[in-house]
């Protein structure tokens, strides 16, 4: 299976986002350079994204200091699973 382009992981996050916030969150995204705090992910939250990305690309978050960085931006977060993912 080939790798996915960054546009498709941004597009299945967001899709995951609206998800765990039960609610369209593209808007927040678009408009704020800080996914965290647009979004208001509480502690629960941020673990379903965990579990999320781990079923859905394979890849652990959560366990470095520095994953909690890559939820300021899209792009950052998007760009953490690029490079974590699988070959």
Excluded: H, W, Y
């Excluded at 899709?15 to 208001?40: M, Q």
């Excluded at 579990?51 to 470095?64: C, I, N, S, W, Y």
């Excluded at 520095?66 to 699988?86: C, I, K, N």
């Amino acid at each position: 299976m080939a790798t996915p382009t960054t546009d498709q992981i941004t597009s299945t996050l967001i899709r995951i986002l609206c998800d765990i916030k039960g609610r369209d969150v593209a808007p927040d995204l678009a408009d704020d350079d800080n996914a965290l705090r647009a979004l208001n992910l509480d502690s629960l939250d941020t673990v379903e994204l965990s579990v999320r990305l781990e079923k859905d690309f394979g890849v652990e978050f959560g366990k470095d200091p520095a994953d909690l960085a890559a939820l300021e931006s899209l792009p950052g977060l998007a760009g953490l699973v690029r490079g974590r993912m699988p070959a």
